[in-house]
């Protein structure tokens, strides 16, 4: 699959907005569940000390 | 040589375990989903029918097929608690839902997104849409229900009840295409016959459900460490390892 240019891979043909949305908001989501772990985390060492 | 089975089954011993395997699994999702999205978006071809906007499917499908599969798990964990009042069974449980959550929302979310360009709506009440968006709110009572109750051990006897008898809700979700007439389609790869898609499409597709796997396993893990210490706040173990993480 050659998109040739830059603006012919975020158009992905005419269907970006769904593409990316499903991709952006699937990457967000597992970075805001690793930061709200790491949060936990911290939080339940700072409860034992 | 024995084995000694239960090495692993007390939160001690298993908590360095999961750190070390949370970090491992971590690392191989990262590989695979660089792996995955370079198949999916550089080398699987055009789709003649539906152009690019099927690109979504290399992270619907795993998703949706980690959303029941991370309930079968978490309904594993929690018979066992069940039955053999084991402390770890319990944690992994709860350790498991927020994750299999995720996955529900994400496979809706994409579902949506997808279901616009292809079907020409964003949302349908029919079998599988439905079913799916059942098992949502049974990753949500039972966080719910689980978080509404003080004590740990009730909590996890009232969330196993829960993610038992909501099981059956998963085979209803698989079926759904095939028991009842949908706008969702049917399976595209499926263990009884040849799969209906280009083999570079489904090659993105698996390897992307492994980076998915892997992903689940390193959340899950991390949180059951989350679990492990506040549970067992009061312990020498956590108190040592509280000391050491200053």
């Known amino acids: 699959m050659n998109w040739g240019s830059w603006e012919n891979f975020l158009a992905m043909g005419g269907y970006g907005l769904y593409v990316w949305g499903s991709y952006l908001v699937t990457l967000v989501l597992m970075v805001v569940e690793l930061g709200l772990l790491a949060r936990r985390k911290s939080n339940a060492i700072g409860r034992i000390r | ?246």
Not at chain 2, 219 to 234: D, G, N, P, T
Request: charged residues 10%; hydrophobic residues 60%; glycine residues 8%.
């Open chain 2, 1 to 246: 040589m024995s084995i000694n089975w239960f090495k692993y089954s007390s939160p001690q011993t298993f908590f360095p375990l999961a750190g070390r395997l949370a970090l491992g699994f971590g690392a191989l999702a990262v590989l695979a989903c660089a792996a995955g999205l370079y198949l999916g978006f550089f080398v699987a071809p055009t789709d003649a029918q539906q152009g690019e906007s099927y690109r979504i499917i290399f992270i619907h499908v795993p998703a949706a097929w980690m959303s029941m599969f991370l309930y079968v798990v978490m309904a594993f964990w929690a018979g066992l608690g069940l039955a053999f009042n084991t402390r770890l069974s319990g944690m992994m449980a709860s350790a498991i839902a927020p994750t299999g959550a995720l996955f529900t929302f994400i496979a809706l979310w994409t579902g949506s997104l997808w279901g616009k360009p292809a079907w020409g709506t964003w949302w349908v009440w029919d079998a599988r849409l439905t079913s799916e968006l059942i098992l949502l709110f049974l990753y949500f009572g039972f966080m719910a229900l689980q978080a509404a109750i003080d004590d740990p051990r009730r909590a996890d006897k009232a969330g196993a009840l829960l993610a038992l008898v909501g099981v059956v809700n998963v085979p209803i979700i698989y079926f759904s295409v095939k028991w009842w007439n949908t706008l969702h389609q049917g399976a595209s790869v499926s263990l009884t016959k040849a799969p209906t898609m280009a083999a570079t499409m489904l090659a993105g597709m698996l390897v992307m459900s492994f980076a998915f796997w892997f992903y689940s396993i390193a959340a899950v893990l991390l949180r059951a460490r989350c679990i492990m210490l506040e549970r067992e706040r009061s312990s020498d173990w956590a108190a040592q390892y509280a000391r050491g993480a200053a």
